[in-house]
C-alpha cells in the first residue's frame, strides 16, 4: 500500500505562492489518483483539487479554479499542488489522498469530492494565509 507524505506548507501573505508536495513510497504513483483536500478549524473537510491516473483529467473545487493547479512527476513519485493568489480563506491542513479507481472528471457532475472515495492519506500540511 502506498504511503503518502506532503509537504511545502507554511505561511505565507495574501496574494502569495506556495507549492504542497505530496510524495509516496512503498509504491510508484502512477496507477494512482490524487486528490488534495483541507480542512480549516472547526470546518468540514474539502475537495480541493483531483488528478486522475494515467488519463490525467482533473477536477478543481470553484474556489480554487485559475489559482490552483495539480501535476504530477513520476520521476520523483511526487504530486505537487501549486496555490496561486492565495487568500486567508484558503488557510487550512492540506492533505493528499491516492486511489486506484478514481476518475476525477466524475467529480464535475457531482460538484464536490469526498474524502471517502480514497484509501491512503498523507498526514497533512499547515497552510496559514495572513498579513
Known amino acids: 500500500q502506498v504511503q503518502l507524505v506532503e509537504s511545502g506548507g507554511g505561511l505565507v501573505q495574501p496574494g502569495g505562492s506556495l507549492k504542497l508536495s505530496c510524495t509516496a513510497s512503498?509504491?510508484?504513483?502512477?496507477?494512482?489518483?490524487i486528490g488534495w483536500f483541507r480542512q480549516a478549524p472547526g470546518k468540514e473537510r474539502e475537495g480541493v483539487a483531483c488528478l486522475t491516473a494515467n488519463e490525467g483529467s482533473t477536477w478543481f473545487v470553484d474556489s480554487v479554479k485559475d489559482r490552483f493547479s495539480i501535476s504530477r512527476d513520476n520521476t520523483k513519485n511526487t504530486v505537487y499542488l501549486q496555490m496561486n493568489n492565495l487568500k486567508p480563506g484558503d488557510s487550512a491542513v492540506y492533505y493528499c489522498a491516492s486511489d486506484r479507481i478514481i476518475l476525477c472528471s466524475a467529480y464535475s457532475a457531482l460538484g464536490s469530492m469526498e474524502g471517502i472515495d480514497f484509501t491512503s492519506w498523507g498526514q497533512g500540511t499547515q497552510v496559514t494565509v495572513s498579513s
Open positions: 512503498g509504491a510508484t504513483l502512477d496507477p494512482y489518483t
